[in-house]
Every structure is written in structure tokens, then in C-alpha cells.
């Protein structure tokens, strides 16, 4: 009963009655606020955002016509080579001299094209069906250089994405990167045979397929009269003397902008 009585006196004191109850400390209110101020800002960021992201891709430039392997209908032993990397032939010029059982005898182009590798020199020793040349499909000498890019997988490349190459025979240090844009992608994954068939070089096609089977995807190179090479570079002026066909790229696409959201819905 005298616990009673205290209790009872002390609801009838009216100075106990005006406190106010404490329902937290100013720390705690402070952290909770900074927490909700957070909570509100990444809303915002998650639907109002947007995160743009970039893919790097192995590629190749070309002159984007194709190419072939010329292999030898002779067997014999090369005396005389009539042409070097780089030069443009005409369908049925003369590209070997080679003494054969017959005499000697030329082994000669297919079809138009410009040389891109010549695995057999004087003095080599060919077979019948040997592969003794690379060459690439060209119209005119001065055809537009593009670059074709073989991504395994992932997001698709989208038409018009920016493109910035690093050129394996440009220093980037000193010239920079070479510009591009998306202009298409193929339907259809493409086998290591299918790309060297394309390109003329089977090195290539082991390459670009070495961890599965890529797209094809076309990028054509930005224009720029103020440089030496006529194409678009990051630097101002780019090299002196543009990159030869079939030199590999390390390509970095930019992907369009999402919005953070995107990520974690379906």
C-alpha cells in the first residue's frame, strides 16, 4: 500500500505532468534524417538517372569488300615474285614465277584484289593446292578504310554507337585514337572458317573465334579533311600515313544511357 500512495502522489504533482517524454536522442534523429535524405536521393538517381557504359571488342580494318587465300595450282619452286604487300592487281595478273616439271609457269590472280600477305617467296618450294598469297576484294586504290568488329555474346552493338579505336600499328601516346560509328551488325554468329574465308586470313578467323562464335559488326570511320590520313583521330592532326588494311583494333564502344533502375526490373 506505500508503493501505492507514491504512485498515486506523484500523478497529482503537476509539475511531473508538464514534462515532455523523450522518444529519442538528437543523434538518433539526425542519423535517421541523413538516412531518408539518402533513401529519397538514390529514388530520384534510380528512376530520374541515367548510366552510360562502354564494351571492348577485338577487330580488324578492311576495305570492307573481303577477301581470299590464293593457293597455287602448280607445284613447284617460286623463281620470281612479281608483286609485294599492299600493291592492287587486276584479276588474272601474274603474282609467281614457278618452275615446274613443265617448265615455268605463273600462278596468277583469281580475282581483283590488293596483297595482304605473301607466304611464299623465291626459293620456296609449293605443292598444288598450297596457300601462297592473302589478298583483300578492292574496287579503286583509294577505297574508304572501315573496321569491322567481332563481339562474342553480351549486348548487342546498336547502329550509330561511337566508336574509339586503338590502332595496334598507331601509338595512341603520341596520335590518339581512331573515331567510328556503328552502321550495322550482322543476324548471324559467324565461325572461325567463315571469317577467315572473309578476311583472307585464317590467323585472323582462329582469332576472333577463339571463345565462341562472334557477330560480324561494321563501323564506319569518321571523316576528317584536317588530318594527313583523312580520318577522324582524337588528336588533332593523327599519324602521317593512314593504317594499312587488316591491322587489328581494340575497340571501345559507348553504350546508350539507362537508367539504374532498368538493372533490377526484368
Excluded: C, N
Excluded at 136 to 164: I, M
Excluded at 238 to 246: D, H, I, R
Aim: hydrophobic share 45%.
Amino acid at each position: 500500500m506505500e508503493f501505492r500512495q507514491k504512485a498515486l502522489s506523484r500523478l497529482r504533482s503537476p509539475e511531473e505532468l508538464d514534462l515532455p517524454v523523450r522518444l529519442a536522442r538528437p543523434q538518433g534523429l539526425l542519423a535517421l534524417t541523413v538516412a531518408l535524405v539518402v533513401m529519397a536521393g538514390a529514388g530520384v538517381w534510380a528512376f530520374g538517372g541515367s548510366v552510360a557504359s562502354r564494351v571492348t571488342v577485338a577487330g580488324v580494318l578492311t576495305h570492307g569488300h573481303g577477301g581470299y587465300v590464293l593457293q597455287s595450282p602448280l607445284a613447284g619452286q617460286v623463281v620470281r615474285v612479281r608483286a609485294a604487300v599492299g600493291d592492287l592487281l587486276a584479276a588474272g595478273a601474274p603474282l609467281l614465277d614457278v618452275r615446274t616439271a613443265a617448265g615455268v609457269q605463273q600462278v596468277r590472280l583469281v580475282e581483283a584484289g590488293r596483297v595482304t600477305s605473301l607466304p611464299a617467296g623465291i626459293g620456296s618450294v609449293v605443292a598444288a593446292g598450297s596457300a601462297v598469297a592473302g589478298l583483300e576484294r578492292a574496287g579503286q586504290a583509294d577505297d574508304p578504310l572501315e573496321a569491322v568488329l567481332y563481339p562474342v555474346g553480351g549486348a548487342p552493338l546498336p547502329v550509330g554507337a561511337t566508336v574509339e579505336m586503338t590502332v595496334q600499328s598507331v601509338p595512341a601516346g603520341r596520335y590518339g585514337v581512331l573515331r567510328g560509328k556503328v552502321a550495322g551488325a550482322g543476324a548471324v554468329p559467324q565461325s572461325a572458317q567463315q571469317i577467315a574465308d572473309f578476311l583472307g586470313d585464317a590467323r585472323l578467323g582462329a582469332a576472333f573465334a577463339a571463345h565462341g562464335a562472334p557477330y560480324a559488326v561494321t563501323v564506319r570511320l569518321l571523316r576528317d579533311p584536317r588530318t594527313a590520313t583523312g580520318y577522324g583521330w582524337s588528336s588533332r592532326g593523327g599519324p602521317p600515313t593512314a593504317p594499312a588494311s587488316l591491322t587489328p583494333v581494340s575497340a571501345s564502344v559507348l553504350l546508350p544511357a539507362q537508367r539504374p533502375i532498368d538493372w533490377l526490373l526484368p
